[in-house]
């Protein structure tokens, strides 16, 4: 049975862990997760470029 949560649950969740780690560290979690996201896609976009465009022609047909 899978556990379905509410939007007061989610709030409730969200108040602990601000109370527990304070604003301060969690904008720096989430800060520190969008450097790493935004890596991952640079990465991923990085593959693309280093493909000759001739080859993506023929991938097209």
Do not use: C, Q, S, Y
């Amino acid at each position: 049975m899978p556990i379905r949560f509410g939007v007061t649950e989610l709030l409730i969740i969200l108040v602990i862990v601000v109370l527990l780690f304070g604003v301060g560290r969690i904008g720096k979690i989430a800060g520190e997760m969008g450097k790493g996201i935004r890596a991952f896609r640079e990465g991923l976009k990085g593959d693309e470029k280093e493909t000759p465009p001739a080859e993506k022609e023929n991938h097209n047909e």
